[in-house]
């Protein structure tokens, strides 16, 4: 049936058989006899505008249709329709991507009523980046999108319910509006095949009337690659077609990193004394930090401006330009380039390896250095944003801001925790067990929070996790101070390895927690308490095992106090 055609009788029939009423039943709610019900559907009898109007809010009929009810029946359109781009709209539309900007760092996007996309943030097109060029012509379904198999449908998993959401959700859309774009946007959907080993029947479980989460495997990330600072992105990400490319740029990155990082620490012990080392390291730390902060926005911004492949060539070309500059500038002593290095016993690889392994001390560092950077890394990177929306009930843009407070702090915490190690403990020690123990009862504290924790107590122990587990960065100047100075930069290497080894470890072991529960589901808050309390003991048990290091003060200068 043409409803733009259709005379009044026809679309009125239509919109009561679709709502299930009888003649008789429409009659009672209208208050209208029987009789004339039917004369106005067989068309003997004329509605007053009234009565149009009457007779559509006891079917309900959706705003848009009333105006073509009302225009079968002779009479202007009342109700008004603009498209969302109207000049008249432009403050609604302001307001609409304020809302939507606020929940990054999480996509969030706005659909009309055929769930074209029309708007977002910009995390959204990340998201998407992974369907098909000819999934993402204007304009978007994003339906079709997350269903179809050269869309998001490899990425999401738990499919199964997801689509069943997706299509009773459609489904009763399509019962109260009747709407023909509808109805065959449903059995384009109904007929999309699903990935092998799946089936409908999976999804009865944890099918919901409210809401379904889309849940995307752990390898698939919605943005190309987490790290946000400029320094050290390969031009490999940028031509990057699939996941071998990336793999490789993520190897690269990863030799990057670890040069840029073990190389500034050897600098740092050439040109400050041993005890200007923990303070010194850890101003570098914390710029590091700051910078994968500030980073943020302006790669989000180039992303949207440029697409991510051009924003990582020009990063790729701002680093190479970054090294050029430090080659020709810093020199690797004071005195020059050329000057001679300090004179002491140059050590064999082999002997230096032997030594290393052989060492207790290198070993329990290594613990410490595994567990709080790794349990740290987890929730700071990946599961204290889940946790602040999910189980602590907090709105995306108060997690975002508690989240910028965790960052900051850590910023601060590293040099503030060399400075101490330096001038008032004067042990690394004694610093790093601070560590250990802050961020074990930090997550602690986080285990047992929850809806109805302040948001003070939050920021307090978001803040103490920040700054005390970045004291930890004085766990370098430790393993330098305790191995012969000759292997110095192997021993910070061999620590840096359980550093990323914890990391990797923690993020995923975390994640296996909280997916036990119930896979494909939300996660639940005894899911988030068990990850943090078996974090928080990794940690205590490291500080148990700390306990039993040995120091080397570095002496005084003379006339020190």
């Given amino acids: 049936?043409?409803?733009?055609?259709?005379?009044?009788?026809?679309?009125?029939?239509?919109?009561?058989?679709?709502?299930?009423?009888?003649?008789?039943?429409?009659?009672?709610?209208?208050?209208?006899?029987?009789?004339?019900?039917?004369?106005?559907?067989?068309?003997?009898?004329?509605?007053?505008?009234?009565?149009?109007?009457?007779?559509?809010?006891?079917?309900?009929?959706?705003?848009r249709e009333r105006n073509a009810l009302l225009g079968a029946a002779g009479y202007a359109p009342l109700f008004t329709e603009r498209p969302l781009a109207d000049p008249g709209l432009a403050v609604a539309r302001g307001a609409l991507q304020r809302l939507l900007d606020a929940h990054e760092p999480w996509p969030a996007l706005a659909v009309d009523r055929h769930w074209h996309l029309v708007a977002h943030n910009?995390?959204?097109?990340?998201?998407?980046?992974?369907?098909?060029?000819?999934?993402?012509?204007?304009?978007?379904?994003?339906?079709?999108?997350?269903?179809?198999?050269?869309?998001?449908?490899?990425?999401?998993?738990?499919?199964?319910?997801?689509?069943?959401?997706?299509?009773?959700?459609?489904?009763?859309?399509?019962?109260?509006?009747?709407?023909?774009?509808?109805?065959?946007?449903?059995?384009?959907?109904?007929?999309?095949?699903?990935?092998?080993?799946?089936?409908?029947?999976?999804?009865?479980?944890?099918?919901?009337?409210?809401?379904?989460?889309?849940?995307?495997?752990?390898?698939?990330?919605?943005?190309?690659?987490?790290?946000?600072?400029?320094?050290?992105?390969?031009?490999?990400?940028?031509?990057?077609e699939g996941r071998a490319g990336a793999t490789a740029g993520r190897v690269l990155l990863g030799i990057g990193m670890a040069g840029n990082l073990m190389g500034s620490l050897k600098l740092v012990g050439h040109w400050f004394s041993p005890r200007e080392f923990g303070t010194v390291s850890g101003v570098v730390a914390g710029v590091g930090t700051l910078g994968n902060v500030l980073a943020t926005t302006p790669l989000a911004l180039l992303s949207g401006a440029l697409g991510w492949r051009a924003s990582f060539l020009l990063s790729a070309a701002a680093t190479a330009l970054l090294a050029v500059a430090f080659w020709l500038l810093v020199r690797e002593r004071p005195g020059g380039a050329d000057a001679a290095a300090p004179s002491g016993e140059q050590l064999p690889l082999g002997r230096m390896v032997a030594t290393l392994l052989g060492s207790r001390d290198y070993w329990?560092?290594?613990?410490?250095?595994?567990?709080?950077?790794?349990?740290?890394?987890?929730?700071?990177?990946?599961?204290?944003?889940?946790?602040?929306?999910?189980?602590?009930?907090?709105?995306?843009?108060?997690?975002?801001?508690?989240?910028?407070l965790l960052n900051l702090a850590t910023v601060a915490g590293a040099p503030l925790g060399g400075w101490l190690s330096d001038r008032v403990l004067d042990s690394r020690r004694r610093a790093v067990l601070i560590a250990l123990g802050g961020t074990a009862l930090s997550l602690v504290a986080?285990?047992?929070?929850?809806?109805?924790?302040?948001?003070?107590?939050?920021?307090?122990?978001?803040?103490?996790?920040?700054?005390?587990?970045?004291?930890?960065?004085?766990?370098?100047?430790?393993?330098?101070?305790?191995?012969?100075?000759?292997?110095?930069?192997?021993?910070?290497?061999?620590?840096?390895?359980?550093?990323?080894?914890?990391?990797?470890?923690?993020?995923h072991g975390m994640g296996w927690i909280l997916d036990r529960g119930a896979p494909g589901a939300a996660r639940s808050p005894e899911g988030f308490r068990a990850a943090f309390l078996l974090a928080a003991g990794a940690v205590a048990l490291s500080f148990v095992g700390y306990l039993a290091t040995r120091e080397r003060r570095p002496a005084r200068p003379a006339g020190a106090g």
């Fill in 1 to 63: 049936m043409d409803r733009a055609t259709a005379p009044f009788g026809r679309l009125l029939r239509h919109w009561r058989t679709q709502r299930g009423r009888s003649q008789l039943a429409l009659a009672l709610q209208a208050e209208v006899s029987a009789r004339h019900l039917s004369w106005l559907e067989t068309g003997k009898a004329q509605p007053s505008r009234a009565m149009v109007l009457k007779l559509a809010e006891q079917l309900d009929v959706p705003l």
């Fill in 122 to 240: 910009r995390l959204v097109p990340l998201l998407l980046s992974a369907a098909a060029p000819e999934l993402l012509v204007p304009p978007v379904n994003v339906l079709r999108v997350s269903l179809h198999p050269r869309g998001l449908a490899p990425q999401v998993a738990n499919l199964p319910a997801w689509r069943t959401h997706v299509l009773a959700r459609l489904q009763r859309q399509l019962a109260v509006t009747g709407d023909a774009v509808l109805a065959a946007l449903l059995a384009e959907l109904q007929a999309l095949s699903m990935p092998p080993g799946t089936s409908d029947s999976a999804a009865a479980a944890t099918l919901s009337d409210v809401a379904v989460p889309l849940t995307l495997h752990k390898g698939y990330t919605i943005e190309p690659f987490q790290e946000s600072g400029m320094g050290n992105k390969p031009p490999v990400f940028a031509f990057a």
């Fill in 446 to 507: 986080l285990a047992f929070g929850g809806r109805g924790t302040g948001l003070a107590t939050l920021a307090l122990v978001l803040g103490a996790l920040g700054l005390t587990a970045s004291f930890g960065q004085v766990i370098y100047a430790h393993a330098r101070e305790v191995m012969p100075p000759a292997m110095s930069g192997m021993a910070m290497t061999g620590v840096n390895f359980f550093v990323m080894l914890g990391a990797a470890s923690f993020l």
């Fill in 364 to 404: 329990l560092i290594s613990l410490g250095a595994f567990s709080r950077y790794g349990s740290f890394v987890a929730v700071q990177g990946l599961w204290a944003g889940p946790w602040l929306v999910e189980v602590a009930g907090l709105s995306p843009l108060a997690a975002a801001n508690l989240l910028l």
